[in-house]
T-cell receptor, first 114, second 115 residues
Framework: AQSVTQLGSHVSVSEGALVLLRCNYS??????LFWYVQYPNQGLQLLLK??????LVKGINGFEAEFKKSETSFHLTKPSAHMSDAAEYFC????????????FGAGTRLFVKA | GAVVSQHPSRVICKSGTSVKIECRSL??????MFWYRQFPKQSLMLMAT?????????EQGVEKDKFLINHASLTLSTLTVTSAHPEDSSFYIC???????????FGPGTRLTVL
């Protein structure tokens, strides 16, 4: 069975500061890993994905994440936070052979202070 | 990228009525689609896997007689909430995998409010 743990339900940073959102996964097979962003009352937008190519994945809006198998982690970072980054972020894992059934973490709400 | 649409985007209904939500893959075919529900300030919980031409597969704890799923074509899956009650009020999101892209594509969601 697969699972995702996001450490910290809320993260607050100042504008211009580093953003670090933590995600650890559990999977019995090599996983696909994703980060999504959700704005209020909207659907999900894919930020980036790991599908066994490069372990450092670059996404949209300046975000990137690094797949670390030894730590079973896939933390999301952005060097400099912007006010528009304030949103809910979900880490997700998918079974490569399971028809892309995707399991989501509990989510982390990012607050950006001026 | 691939596009998934949902209709309606919002629906308000009276308790005891049934509501149908449509999920369409607009520019690709999807033999499988997934239905999620999301309560306020919570994560997405997978409800069921919709399979074209066969019965849906429901996650543990999801009532299949309450949440009827029909995947009648390669581009359309429907979720019907039968005899809706206020506790069914939620945000329902569908998704479809696009195999070539190795990812899910999500619909914009449907906000259901049961009075």
């Amino acid at each position: 069975a697969q699972s995702v743990t996001q450490l910290g339900s809320h993260v607050s940073v100042s504008e211009g500061a580093l953003v670090l959102l933590r995600c650890n996964y559990s999977s019995s097979v090599p996983p696909y890993l994703f980060w999504y962003v959700q704005y209020p009352n909207q659907g999900l937008q894919l930020l980036l994905k790991y599908t066994s190519a490069a372990t450092l994945v670059k996404g949209i809006n300046g975000f990137e994440a690094e797949f670390k198998k030894s730590e079973t982690s896939f933390h999301l970072t952005k060097p400099s936070a912007h006010m528009s980054d304030a949103a809910e972020y979900f880490c997700a894992v998918s079974d490569r052979g399971g028809g892309f059934k995707t399991i989501f973490g509990a989510g982390t709400r990012l607050f950006v202070k001026a | 990228g691939a596009v998934v649409s949902q209709h309606p985007s919002r629906v308000i209904c009276k308790s005891g009525t049934s509501v149908k939500i449509e999920c369409r893959s607009l520019d690709f075919q999807a033999t499988t689609m997934f239905w999620y529900r999301q309560f306020p300030k919570q994560s997405l919980m997978l409800m069921a896997t919709s399979n074209e031409g066969s019965k849906a597969t429901y996650e543990q704890g999801v009532e299949k007689d309450k949440f009827l799923i029909n995947h009648a074509s390669l581009t359309l899956s429907t979720l019907t909430v039968t005899s809706a009650h206020p506790e069914d009020s939620s945000f329902y999101i569908c998704s479809a995998p696009s195999g070539g892209a190795n990812e899910q594509f999500f619909g914009p969601g449907t906000r259901l409010t049961v009075l």
